[in-house]
Each structure stands twice: as structure tokens, then as C-alpha cells.
């Protein structure tokens, strides 16, 4: 059985950012399987095409991993938060006997106790010291040797492979220097028991501190997650019960009471109140909720009582999708990660033969004991070059900076987007429903001195009523508030960026822009002035023909936004050129940038050259971000090197776009913007310490400063640095938990009652 939709993964055996690129090239190795990408600081995979679990898992498994499905996200994470304080307080546990066992011998030897054989009672203490390490290898870092020997078996190598054969070294070296030191100059018969032991120990602590600091960055899922209600109060048969949220059904009738979590979508049908949209959307006040209006899964109720009907539940709800679609980003990958992960799917062989070289340098041009300074550095380079600060740089740093973003109502669906948004130096906006309301309502209405106003109206409006158009409900209200009553419309017709026509208690009405008229031989020339006018008062002007003649003008407006002005400055302020992009008049589009101070207007666009309009500007060399809702936006959000959707506006725009906006206002393109600006900079600082890291850390460990200054690194410090790398990417990618857009919205405290 397949399946064509996205399947998660719980990966388990992946130990470095080595195993990211074998696991992914074996996911995608499955037929069916079109796009597999892992997340190493998660331990999942994301899969999409058509193809079975059974299938991706046996792949996974003939590649040396583990993996299970994760099918309900809150119970793999709860799954997951349990596994990890498991592994952590055994790593814990782990850590103290090691470094117990590792700091007492270390302690010996700075009390001035001899670390060599030079007498039989030497061999028998050190033999019994190195069953003990022996022990400590075995209980506290064999899976060290297990995932290294798996590696092995599937002709690869990763993290384990260095640890294995750096401490195994130094165990295997020790016990030859005890049962065989006369074979070994007396220089050369030093004992390194305590370095097996302390790095292990080492390594572990880093290992419980990462896996500490990790469990934070998940904490935008977790809030997420928290925020579904856990039962619903369903009326059926005139009675109320409560039911676990699972069990609700379409269509059930739901009760919500004062302080409760909405439990699933659905639209209002008695009552009315408050609702708390705030840790969806970002909009800090709460939208007023009537009969016929639509609420979310999530959100919390205010002060009144509601009855709603359930239209979506289980995976279908706005929330679970929010949900998803930030998953999903975190398993993607910038430009950015999959450098790391290519560089990292070389980095351990590479080690392997730098480690091998290093020794051979040392055996042949080093000094007295060459063979003891052979060992010394060929542990030091294998310990010190672990790649998983590398590995972790990327996945931590998109996991918070995604989660963050969803915080503030911005849903980013792209790696990509998250990486080119800091890139961008211009950005177009569509005007209604983007800089306007996208609420029209008809202010302006001009009919001609032999027609009846009233009449002209009920045309109007009856045609409108096939139109899909925004401008089409702004007529119909009019209508409607005026008490006329309207009839069919037959023929219609709607040409897309011009105009719509149809036959109506058999007259031809036409309604449209001036080349809509032009285009059916009309003679408009004596509304062509007072059109003129009106667009220069930001009113866009709506010819009306009947029969032939021009017989009408409607005018109508769509209010500004009250925040656009403030944030198109704030874009401003950026660097960043603004430019508002629009099917309207040119008139009316310079008449509502001016009120919003946008000095660049592309106008009188039809909704099928919107497209050619940003490749047209990405010609021109500019770096373009499409803001827009609509369906005649698709094309231009699809072309944009990023494109943001109003997630107010259609599905079709929303899924054309890099960047979901949950709320309607346009500060929500800044905060994406600084939000995708910090996250880069943090995955650079990340890979910048990593690669600073292991490219100073790797010369000095293989001795480049031993003949200039007599310096070489202790194997232990280097075991030491190898665990406090890692640990610091993790700690440097949980700052962005502390990032704030320059200009936020403060969110009110709201109630976060369980049930419903």
C-alpha cells in the first residue's frame, strides 16, 4: 500500500552529520520516493512521493539506522522528550563513572606516581587498572564500538569510527605496554588509561549537554502542540458531553464556553464573542465572532458563549496545518546546510587519512619516544575532528528561528526562502487585500441624466453577483442595503483584468474599466473626466454599458489598512525599495501609494502579466519579494525569488508562496524579513565556529606547533573541545529564542484553559 502523501520518520543510529547524507541517499533510493531530507538535530526524516513506510524503514535499516513512523506528532514528541531524559541521565551516569575512574589515575600522576612498566608489580597494578578501563569502555562508551563496527559493516564511517579507534588505540597501546614492555623502549612504556577513560567521560557530559540544550529548540512545536485543546463539548440528542477532541466527528455541534480553547474549525451558529486569535496569527486583539463567521482550532474564547459547527478536524484544522507546514520547514534545508552536510559526508574519511599521515610523520620524523608521540597525536586528531558541531550548526539554528517565526504568525514553508529573504532589496505589493482592506464598499455612484439610479443599481448588482471579483461584493451590499432585489444573470462572461458581461431581464450589461469599453465599441468619453477625477481620490472607477450605451459610473474604494503606512516605512528603513503592483487605474494607484508612501506604482496590470512584471524587475538585477492574497497573485508569488502570502488571502496564493503571513498586516513581512536575517547570521556564526573549529583544532592536534613552540594537545583536551563544540552551536542557536522583530506587537495574556 502507498502512500502520496509526506511521511515523518523517528530516525535512530545517526550519530554525525556524515549520517545525514547516507540516510537521505537511502530514503531517496526508495522508487516512488521524489524528496527526502533529514533533520540531524531532530533525528527525523520527511519523505514525500509514493512509496510505503515498510519500505523507506527497510532501506534506512540496510544503511546501518533504525526508523519508525511518527503518526501523531504530540505523541512522537512526548515519545521523543521521555527518550531523550532517559539517554540523558544515563549519559550522566555514564559521564561520572568515567571521569571517576579517569580523574583518580590523573590525580596519581600529579601526586607523582609513575604512568609507565618498569618492574613485574607494575605490570599486575596496570593490568587490573586496565580490566577496570576495559569495563569503563565497555559500559560507559560501548556504543561507541557497536555503532562504529555497524558504520564499518556498511563501508562507511562517522563519529563513532573516530572515538572507537582513538580510545580503542589508547586502551590497545596501554595493555601492550603492560604485557610487553621489554619489547618497547623504557621512554616509550607510558601508560594512557586515564585518556581512554576521560575522554569517554568527556564526550558523554558534551552528549548529555547537547541533548539539554536541544530539548529547548523544540519548544515552538511544543507550544504549538499545546495549544489543541485536549477534549470538545458536543451537543447530539439535545444533551452535552464532553469527548476526547479525536472522537469529533464533521458537523457535530460544538459548545464553547468562557475561557475554553476552540477544540476544532468550524462556523458559529448561536451566539456570539471575543476570540483570542493572538497564538495563531499574531494579531494581538481579539476578533469579534458572530453567527456565520468562522473560528479556528486554538484560539480561546472570550467572555461570551458559543455553538459552533465543525467543518474541519484532526489533521484538516487551520492549526494542525500550522503545525505541519513548521515541521516541515525545519526539515528543510538552506543552501547553507546542505554545503555543511556535503563537506561533513567527506569530513570523516578525510580525518581518517590526516590521522594516518599525522602518525606516519611522527614515526618517522619525530622525536624519541616517536612511538608514544605517534599515539599521542593520532588520538588527539581522531578525538578533536568529530564533525557533529558541524552537523548541528544548520538544523538547530532553522529549528528556532522557524518556530520563532510561527510565533509571530509567519509560516515559513522553504529553506530557501529562509536563507534569500535577508537577500532581498525589493519588494512588490499588491494593493487590495495587501496595502487596502480588501473590503471595498461603493461610495461614488454616477448614472446618466435618462437613467433610473435604482434600476441601473439592481443591473449592477445582479451581474456582479457571478463575479468572484473583491470590487463585485462592494455593488452587491449597495444593493442589498438599498433593499433592491436582484435577478438572474444569463451569459455571463468574465474577461479577466477587464471587465464582466451578461444578459439581465433581457438587456446586455457591461461592467468594467475603460478597456472593457473600448474593447466592446462604447463610447465612454463623457465619464472619461469624471473617472479621472475619482481616481485621483484613490476610488476606483467601474464603467457600466446597457445595451451599447454608457449609461453609469460606480465608484468604488477600498480603505487602507491602518498599519500599511507604518510598515512600508519600516521596509523603507531597510534598505529595501518598495513597489506596489496593481490591475487599478493608474490614477487610483498613485492616489493610494501616496497616501502610504510608495513612490514606485506599476498600474493597469492584467492579472496574467503580473509574472511578467517581477521577471521583468529580476532582469533588471533586483532581488524580488512578492507580497500578495489573491489568485491573480499565483504567478508572481511563484516567480519571486521570495514570495509572501496574506494567509487571509486564497489557498492558491498561499500554496504559491515561500512565506505564509497568518495575519493581514504588512509589518508581517518585516518581522519575516528580520526573523530570516537572524537565523542566517546565527547558521553562519554556527558554521564559522565549527569550521574555525576543526580547522585550527585538527593542524594543532597533529602537532603543527610542536616544532615551533614545543605545544601538543593533550588527547583528553581534545576530547574535551570535541564535546564543548557541539555544545556551544546548540547554546548560539537557542539565542534566536530571544530574538524580538524591532517592531512586535505585544500579546495580551490570555486564559490557556485544557478542555472545551
Given at each position: 500500500?502507498?502512500n502520496?502523501e509526506?511521511?515523518r520518520?523517528?530516525?535512530?543510529g545517526?550519530?554525525c552529520?556524515?549520517?545525514?547524507?547516507?540516510?537521505?541517499?537511502?530514503?531517496?533510493?526508495?522508487?516512488?520516493?521524489?524528496?527526502?531530507?533529514?533533520?540531524?538535530?531532530e533525528?527525523t526524516?520527511?519523505?514525500?512521493g509514493s512509496?510505503?513506510?515498510?519500505?523507506l524503514?527497510?532501506?534506512?535499516?540496510?544503511?546501518?539506522?533504525?526508523?519508525?513512523?511518527i503518526?501523531d506528532?504530540?505523541?512522537?514528541?512526548?515519545?521523543?522528550?521521555?527518550q531523550?531524559?532517559?539517554h540523558y541521565?544515563?549519559l550522566?551516569?555514564?559521564?561520572?563513572?568515567?571521569?571517576?575512574?579517569?580523574?583518580?589515575?590523573?590525580a596519581?600522576g600529579?601526586?607523582?606516581?609513575?604512568?609507565?612498566?618498569?618492574?613485574t608489580?607494575d605490570?599486575?597494578?596496570?593490568f587490573?587498572?586496565?580490566?577496570v578501563?576495559?569495563w569503563?569502555l565497555?559500559?560507559?562508551?560501548g556504543h561507541?564500538?557497536?555503532g562504529a563496527?555497524t558504520s564499518?559493516?556498511?563501508?562507511?564511517?562517522n563519529m563513532?569510527?573516530?572515538?572507537?579507534?582513538?580510545?580503542?588505540?589508547?586502551?590497545?597501546y596501554?595493555?601492550?605496554?603492560v604485557?610487553?614492555?621489554?619489547?618497547?623502549?623504557?621512554?616509550?612504556?607510558h601508560?594512557?588509561?586515564?585518556?581512554?577513560?576521560m575522554?569517554?567521560?568527556l564526550?558523554?557530559l558534551?552528549s548529555?549537554l547537547?541533548?539539554?540544550?536541544?530539548?529547548?529548540t523544540?519548544?515552538?512545536?511544543?507550544?504549538?502542540?499545546g495549544?489543541?485543546?485536549?477534549t470538545?463539548?458536543?451537543?447530539?440528542d439535545?444533551?452535552?458531553?464532553?469527548?476526547?477532541i479525536?472522537?469529533?466527528?464533521?458537523?457535530d455541534?460544538?459548545?464553547?464556553?468562557?475561557?475554553?480553547?476552540i477544540p476544532v474549525?468550524?462556523?458559529?451558529?448561536?451566539?456570539?464573542s471575543?476570540?483570542?486569535?493572538s497564538?495563531?496569527?499574531?494579531?494581538p486583539l481579539?476578533?469579534a465572532?458572530?453567527?456565520?463567521d468562522?473560528v479556528?482550532?486554538?484560539t480561546?474564547?472570550g467572555?461570551?458563549?458559543?455553538?459552533?459547527e465543525?467543518?474541519?478536524v484532526?489533521h484538516?484544522?487551520a492549526?494542525?496545518h500550522?503545525i505541519?507546514?513548521?515541521?516541515?520547514?525545519?526539515?528543510t534545508?538552506?543552501?547553507?546546510?546542505?554545503?555543511?552536510?556535503?563537506?561533513?559526508?567527506?569530513?570523516?574519511?578525510?580525518?581518517?587519512?590526516?590521522a594516518v599521515l599525522?602518525a606516519?610523520a611522527?614515526y618517522?620524523f619525530?622525536?624519541?619516544p616517536?612511538?608514544?608521540?605517534?599515539?599521542?597525536?593520532t588520538?588527539?586528531?581522531?578525538?578533536i575532528?568529530?564533525?557533529c558541531a558541524?552537523?548541528?550548526?544548520?538544523?538547530?539554528?532553522?529549528m528556532v528561528g522557524v518556530?520563532?517565526?510561527?510565533?509571530?504568525g509567519?509560516l515559513?514553508?522553504?529553506?530557501?526562502?529562509?536563507?534569500?529573504s535577508?537577500?532581498?532589496?525589493?519588494?512588490?505589493?499588491d494593493?487590495?487585500?495587501?496595502?487596502?482592506?480588501?473590503?471595498p464598499?461603493?461610495?461614488?455612484h454616477?448614472?446618466a441624466?435618462d437613467?433610473?439610479?435604482?434600476?441601473?443599481?439592481m443591473l449592477?448588482?445582479?451581474?456582479e453577483?457571478?463575479?468572484?471579483?473583491?470590487?463585485?461584493q462592494?455593488?452587491?451590499?449597495?444593493?442589498k442595503k438599498?433593499?433592491?432585489e436582484?435577478?438572474?444573470?444569463?451569459?455571463?462572461?468574465?474577461?479577466s483584468?477587464?471587465?464582466?458581461?451578461?444578459?439581465?431581464?433581457?438587456?446586455?450589461v457591461?461592467?468594467?474599466?475603460?478597456?472593457?469599453m473600448?474593447?466592446?465599441?462604447?463610447d465612454?468619453?463623457?465619464l472619461?473626466?469624471?473617472?479621472?477625477?475619482w481616481s485621483?481620490?484613490?476610488?476606483?472607477p467601474?464603467?457600466?454599458a446597457?445595451?451599447?450605451?454608457?449609461?453609469?459610473l460606480i465608484?468604488?474604494?477600498d480603505?487602507?489598512?491602518?498599519?500599511?503606512?507604518?510598515a512600508?516605512?519600516?521596509?523603507?528603513a531597510?534598505?529595501?525599495?518598495v513597489?506596489m503592483?496593481?490591475?487599478?487605474?493608474?490614477?487610483?494607484?498613485?492616489?493610494?501609494?501616496k497616501q502610504?508612501?510608495?513612490?514606485?506604482v506599476?498600474?493597469?496590470v492584467?492579472p496574467?502579466d503580473?509574472?511578467?512584471?517581477?521577471?521583468n524587475?529580476q532582469?533588471?538585477g533586483a532581488i524580488?519579494?512578492?507580497?500578495g492574497?489573491?489568485?491573480n497573485?499565483?504567478?508572481?508569488?511563484?516567480l519571486?525569488d521570495?514570495?509572501?502570502a496574506?494567509?487571509?488571502?486564497?489557498?492558491?496564493?498561499?500554496?504559491?508562496?515561500?512565506?505564509?503571513?497568518?495575519?493581514g498586516?504588512?509589518h508581517?513581512v518585516?518581522?519575516?524579513?528580520?526573523i530570516s536575517?537572524?537565523?542566517?547570521?546565527?547558521?553562519?556564526?554556527?558554521l564559522?565556529?565549527?569550521f574555525?573549529?576543526?580547522g585550527?583544532?585538527?593542524?594543532?592536534?597533529?602537532?603543527?606547533?610542536y616544532?615551533?613552540?614545543?605545544?601538543l594537545?593533550?588527547p583528553?583536551?581534545?576530547?574535551?573541545?570535541m564535546s564543548?563544540?557541539s555544545?556551544t552551536?546548540?547554546?548560539?542557536?537557542?539565542?534566536?529564542?530571544?530574538?524580538k522583530?524591532?517592531?512586535?506587537?505585544?500579546?495580551?495574556?490570555?486564559n490557556?484553559?485544557?478542555?472545551a
Amino acid at each position: 500500500m502507498t502512500n502520496n502523501e509526506n511521511i515523518r520518520l523517528a530516525i535512530t543510529g545517526a550519530k554525525c552529520a556524515g549520517c545525514v547524507k547516507k540516510i537521505e541517499a537511502a530514503l531517496q533510493s526508495v522508487e516512488g520516493s521524489t524528496m527526502a531530507e533529514m533533520n540531524f538535530a531532530e533525528r527525523t526524516a520527511e519523505i514525500s512521493g509514493s512509496m510505503s513506510p515498510s519500505q523507506l524503514i527497510e532501506a534506512i535499516e540496510k544503511a546501518g539506522f533504525g526508523a519508525t513512523v511518527i503518526e501523531d506528532e504530540e505523541k512522537a514528541q512526548q515519545q521523543r522528550e521521555a527518550q531523550d531524559l532517559a539517554h540523558y541521565k544515563k549519559l550522566i551516569r555514564d559521564m561520572a563513572i568515567a571521569l571517576t575512574i579517569a580523574v583518580a589515575l590523573m590525580a596519581y600522576g600529579l601526586m607523582g606516581g609513575a604512568m609507565t612498566v618498569a618492574s613485574t608489580g607494575d605490570q599486575v597494578a596496570w593490568f587490573l587498572v586496565g580490566l577496570v578501563t576495559l569495563w569503563i569502555l565497555y559500559f560507559t562508551g560501548g556504543h561507541f564500538f557497536t555503532g562504529a563496527w555497524t558504520s564499518f559493516k556498511n563501508h562507511s564511517a562517522n563519529m563513532d569510527t573516530l572515538i572507537a579507534l582513538g580510545t580503542g588505540a589508547a586502551w590497545s597501546y596501554s595493555m601492550y605496554v603492560v604485557l610487553l614492555p621489554t619489547t618497547l623502549p623504557v621512554e616509550a612504556r607510558h601508560i594512557y588509561f586515564e585518556a581512554a577513560a576521560m575522554i569517554i567521560g568527556l564526550i558523554n557530559l558534551g552528549s548529555a549537554l547537547e541533548i539539554r540544550a536541544r530539548g529547548r529548540t523544540s519548544q515552538a512545536i511544543k507550544r504549538l502542540l499545546g495549544l489543541q485543546a485536549k477534549t470538545a463539548r458536543i451537543i447530539r440528542d439535545n444533551k452535552e458531553q464532553d469527548i476526547p477532541i479525536a472522537s469529533v466527528q464533521l458537523g457535530d455541534k460544538i459548545r464553547v464556553r468562557p475561557g475554553e480553547k476552540i477544540p476544532v474549525d468550524g462556523q458559529v451558529i448561536e451566539g456570539s464573542s471575543l476570540i483570542d486569535e493572538s497564538m495563531l496569527t499574531g494579531e494581538p486583539l481579539p476578533v469579534a465572532k458572530k453567527v456565520g463567521d468562522e473560528v479556528a482550532a486554538g484560539t480561546i474564547n472570550g467572555t461570551g458563549s458559543l455553538i459552533f459547527e465543525a467543518t474541519r478536524v484532526g489533521h484538516q484544522t487551520a492549526l494542525a496545518h500550522i503545525i505541519s507546514q513548521v515541521k516541515k520547514a525545519q526539515n528543510t534545508k538552506p543552501a547553507l546546510g546542505r554545503l555543511a552536510d556535503t563537506i561533513s559526508s567527506i569530513f570523516v574519511p578525510s580525518v581518517l587519512i590526516v590521522a594516518v599521515l599525522a602518525a606516519l610523520a611522527w614515526y618517522n620524523f619525530g622525536p624519541d619516544p616517536k612511538i608514544a608521540y605517534m599515539l599521542v597525536v593520532t588520538m588527539s586528531v581522531l578525538i578533536i575532528a568529530c564533525p557533529c558541531a558541524l552537523g548541528l550548526a544548520t538544523p538547530m539554528a532553522v529549528m528556532v528561528g522557524v518556530g520563532k517565526a510561527a510565533q509571530f504568525g509567519v509560516l515559513i514553508r522553504k529553506g530557501e526562502a529562509l536563507q534569500n529573504s535577508g537577500k532581498l532589496d525589493t519588494i512588490v505589493l499588491d494593493k487590495t487585500g495587501t496595502i487596502t482592506q480588501g473590503k471595498p464598499s461603493l461610495v461614488k455612484h454616477f448614472t446618466a441624466e435618462d437613467s433610473d439610479s435604482k434600476h441601473v443599481l439592481m443591473l449592477a448588482a445582479s451581474l456582479e453577483q457571478a463575479s468572484e471579483h473583491p470590487l463585485a461584493q462592494a455593488v452587491i451590499n449597495e444593493a442589498k442595503k438599498n433593499n433592491i432585489e436582484l435577478v438572474d444573470c444569463l451569459d455571463f462572461h468574465a474577461e479577466s483584468g477587464q471587465g464582466i458581461s451578461g444578459r439581465i431581464n433581457d438587456q446586455t450589461v457591461l461592467i468594467g474599466n475603460q478597456r472593457w469599453m473600448d474593447t466592446h465599441n462604447i463610447d465612454a468619453t463623457h465619464l472619461v473626466e469624471i473617472a479621472t477625477d475619482w481616481s485621483k481620490q484613490a476610488i476606483t472607477p467601474l464603467f457600466m454599458a446597457i445595451d451599447g450605451q454608457a449609461a453609469s459610473l460606480i465608484g468604488v474604494s477600498d480603505p487602507i489598512k491602518e498599519d500599511s503606512k507604518e510598515a512600508i516605512e519600516r521596509l523603507q528603513a531597510k534598505g529595501l525599495k518598495v513597489i506596489m503592483l496593481t490591475g487599478d487605474k493608474e490614477d487610483t494607484a498613485l492616489a493610494i501609494a501616496k497616501q502610504v508612501g510608495i513612490a514606485s506604482v506599476i498600474a493597469d496590470v492584467l492579472p496574467t502579466d503580473k509574472g511578467d512584471a517581477i521577471r521583468n524587475l529580476q532582469q533588471q538585477g533586483a532581488i524580488v519579494g512578492m507580497v500578495g492574497d489573491g489568485i491573480n497573485d499565483a504567478a508572481a508569488l511563484a516567480l519571486a525569488d521570495v514570495g509572501f502570502a496574506i494567509g487571509t488571502g486564497t489557498d492558491v496564493a498561499i500554496e504559491s508562496a515561500d512565506i505564509t503571513l497568518m495575519r493581514g498586516s504588512l509589518h508581517s513581512v518585516a518581522d519575516a524579513i528580520e526573523i530570516s536575517n537572524a537565523t542566517v547570521r546565527n547558521i553562519k556564526e554556527n558554521l564559522f565556529g565549527a569550521f574555525i573549529y576543526n580547522g585550527l583544532g585538527i593542524p594543532v592536534a597533529a602537532g603543527i606547533l610542536y616544532p615551533l613552540m614545543g605545544l601538543l594537545l593533550n588527547p583528553m583536551v581534545a576530547g574535551a573541545a570535541m564535546s564543548l563544540s557541539s555544545f556551544t552551536v546548540v547554546s548560539n542557536a537557542n539565542r534566536l529564542r530571544l530574538f524580538k522583530p524591532s517592531k512586535t506587537i505585544q500579546h495580551p495574556k490570555t486564559n490557556t484553559t485544557g478542555g472545551a
